[in-house]
Structures are given as C-alpha cells and as structure tokens.
C-alpha cells in the first residue's frame, strides 16, 4: 500500500474520467464508477497531548475507527508510542532492565490468567444452559467475592461451578447438580460433585450466604420443558390424547402441581427434590388421561427415566407412596360429584 498526498488524490479515474476520493476504509475510489484504485494509509483522527512529562513521551494518536492505538491485556497496557519507555521520575528504561520487567509482568499475567478462563467458561456454561442474565450476574458477583478471600476452596472451575449453583437457588432457577457437572465436564473441566458440594457449603459459611432448600416443586416447569423436547412424547400425545401438546402441557403442569400440595411433608424428608419432581409428573400423567378419559397414559417410566435423567426404580419407589394418597384424593372427590 502507498501513502499518497493530496496532489496524487486529485488524479481523475482512469476508466470514467471521475474524480478519486478517499472512502472511510482507507481506499481510493471514483466517485463516479465506485472503481477502486488502491489503499492508502489514513491519518490518525486527532492525537492527544500528554497530560504530564511521565505520561507519554509521544504524542498518543488515535486510529481512524476512533479508537486508541495500544494492545490491552492482564497486567500492564502499552502503549504504541516511538521512542523508549520511562519510569515514574521520567528516567528511560534500558532495554536489558526492560525485559526484566516484562519476565516479571508476564508472570503476574500467568497467575491471572486462570481466573480470566473460569470466568469465560462460567459464561460459556451460562449460555449453554440457558441461564437468565440475572442469575450470571449474582454468581459473578459471588466468584468475585470468594477470589478477594485470602484462602483456598477449590480451583477457579470449581468456584464457578459453586458460585452459579449458589446463584441458582438463591433465585430460584432450576439448576440441577447433574446438568452443571456434565456441562464442565464436557467443557474439559474435572469437578465432581462430592467437590462442588462441599465448596457450597463452605463459600455459603464463609460470605454468611443463607442456604436455600429447593422443593420439587421449583423443578416441575423444568422437567416439563425437558419432555417437551422429546418428539416422541409429542407424537404420542397427538395420538392418545388427540390434543396438541401445548394443551396437554398445560394440563399436567396443573395436575403436578396439586399432587404436589397432597404430598406430606414428612415424605420429602431425605428426598432427591429432582427425583420426587420426576415422579409426581408420571403420576399427574396417569391421573390426568384417567380424568380425561383418554385412551391410555402418554408417559412410561422408561421414557420418563430416559429423558429427564432418573431410573425406572426411582420412580416406582415413590409411585408406592403417591399412587396411595392420589388415590384416595380423587375417589373421594369422586364420590361426592356422584352423590
């Protein structure tokens, strides 16, 4: 490319006759054909004088997109000037005590470093997951917090990991221990969830975090989109039901939630809240097509098992308990419709 003045820019085009203008890009074209002849250098926008004798000793300029010339990055910012660089009394840096400090300036960087991936990756997991904005922001502002706390919990990956989690129950987003350990892992990073847990409990202890315990009915809505997902649920449901599957997901998330309210709550001690979620929307399944007098439940205990990430022996150890009170619930609300 050529730096041309302003007598080489006044040339006509040599196709048109037209005259040659520079465009915001940097190139000369006719602004009769829009023929372009070559690239040229832009000069700088405007430059900014040094507000000191130590705080630049060239002039800064500025690129023609407006924005300043220099490199940014963890540690130091440089700043593309000519000349050498100088210390805080204004004394030029000799090349050798130079790159000195930049051994030392690249160390700093190094140990920054992992805390700048684990934030991306705690972003990376966010969009993968579908986190809402609100609860990124609180489990940033969580990590942040711990990182300022002169002792160790974990690694980076790990406080992330915890902090989301904490995030998640604080506002009430359904966030499973097992999507999140999955997501990293496949991300490349190893956390188990023994680890993550006891990271939980001990940044919860140490930021005076009040621990929120989920129920399972924070998780029905979210086992519900998980089969939503599933096609073959969705085709069975136009075939049994003759419904589409907007409507029949309303009605079984209305249906799981007053199972939900029958359950006593002395039977959701020691329960996996996700688990028991898992099997009050199989049973509203079967309560529902029964009510509804449709021609057979839509939902088996292996499809359920399959899609949601439980086990068919899960869900038959609590049908033992649910099937008994939903029961008794509906026959008698039965009974009194008939008399």
Known sequence: MKKMNNSELSLKCKECGGKLVVSEYGEVVCSECGLVHEKVYLQPLFEIEPLSDFSAIEKLYVSPDGKPLRVEGLGSTFI???GKFRDVRGKDIENPHFLKLKKIDAIYVKSRCKGLDASLSLRRVCSILNIPKNVYERASYIYGKI?????????????????LLIASRELKHPLTLRDLISIYRKLGHKISAKSIMRIVSSISTELSIKKVLRTPKDYLLHIINK????????????YFTGKSPEEYYTELIN????????IDERFRIGKNPYLLATS?????????CREKGYYQPVLSQKLVAETVGSTEYTIRQHCKYLDKVVNN???????????
Do not use: H, M, P, W
């Open 80 to 82: 593309k000037v000519k």
């Open 147 to 163: 990182l300022n706390v002169n002792k160790y919990f974990g690694t980076s990956y790990q406080l992330t990991a915890a902090a």
């Open 227 to 238: 089969l939503k997902a599933n096609d073959i649920i969705n085709r069975k449901i136009i």
């Open 255 to 262: 249906y799981s939630s007053k199972i939900y309210e029958l």
């Open 280 to 288: 009050i929307v199989y049973v509203a399944d079967k309560v529902l």
């Open 329 to 339: 619930t509906f026959n008698d609300r039965r009974n009194e419709t008939i008399a």
